[in-house]
């Protein structure tokens, strides 16, 4: 299945345990892949300090996410 990353905008966030973590927020790319890296459950603040902690605290590897349907189910939470 293909899906439109601006589809993904405000999709909620849960770990396959059912545990629900936010919101999507904002999508980080790596552009020399060609892929997405992250899922941040928080916007991306100006401050770089305010950057690495939602990177730490409020972001998903893109790797952990299993599913995306009518939500977005990651299999490790937080990473």
Do not use: H
């Not at 899906?3 to 999507?24: I, P, R």
Request: glycine share 8%; aromatic share 6%; hydrophobic share 35%.
């Amino acid at each position: 299945m293909t899906k439109k990353l601006s589809e993904l905008y405000g999709m909620d966030v849960f770990t396959d345990g059912g545990k629900f973590l936010g919101n999507a927020q904002e999508f980080l790319l790596d552009v020399e892949k060609g892929s997405v890296s992250r899922v941040l459950l928080d916007r991306v603040p100006s401050s770089r300090e305010q950057l690495k902690q939602i990177l730490k605290e409020k972001s998903v590897k893109y790797e952990n996410v299993k599913s995306v349907e009518d939500v977005i189910v990651v299999t490790k939470g937080q990473q």
